[in-house]
């Protein structure tokens, strides 16, 4: 189809915010993304985390709730690999929870491991959009 030239047309690029759902794996995998890189064996403010994700990812909007879910979905892949609770803690802190990823040499490739298998969900859940049309499947 040949389209018109419009100069005076507004730009329809535009994109809604996006509201960040645990459980999502495009909003997971923004979160590990991050955590993957926060400094070992100190506590980090989970709204730190929050702030930076809402920060790096301005069409997004990341909530407390949507980290803490990806943090407990991390600490129980880390059990189920490493039987031991050690290599990510969630504790209450004095300002509200912090999450403290231990420092030691397994959790960088355990960890960059996490985000490529979301990334691949990811990647599955577009191929299956765009076969089904649309369809979230």
Not at 13 to 26: I, S, V
Not at 46 to 68: G, M, T, Y
Not at 81 to 108: A, C, F, K, M
Request: glycine share 6%.
């Amino acid at each position: 189809m040949l389209l018109r030239d419009l100069p005076e047309l507004p730009d329809a690029d535009l994109y809604p915010p996006t509201y960040a759902d645990a459980g999502d794996p495009f909003a997971e995998l923004r979160v590990v993304h991050l955590l993957a890189r926060i400094p070992r064996g100190a506590p980090v403010r989970v709204r730190d985390v929050v702030d930076r994700l809402n920060a790096d990812h301005v069409d997004w909007s990341f909530s407390r709730a949507v980290v803490v879910a990806a943090v407990v979905q991390l600490q129980a892949n880390w059990m189920a690999d490493y039987r031991n609770s050690s290599g990510i803690t969630l504790e209450e802190g004095p300002q509200g929870p912090e999450v403290t990823i231990e420092d030691t040499s397994r959790v960088d490739p355990w960890i960059v491991r996490q985000v490529g298998r979301l990334a691949d969900a990811c990647r599955q859940r577009l191929a299956s959009f765009a076969i089904e049309e649309g369809a979230i499947p």
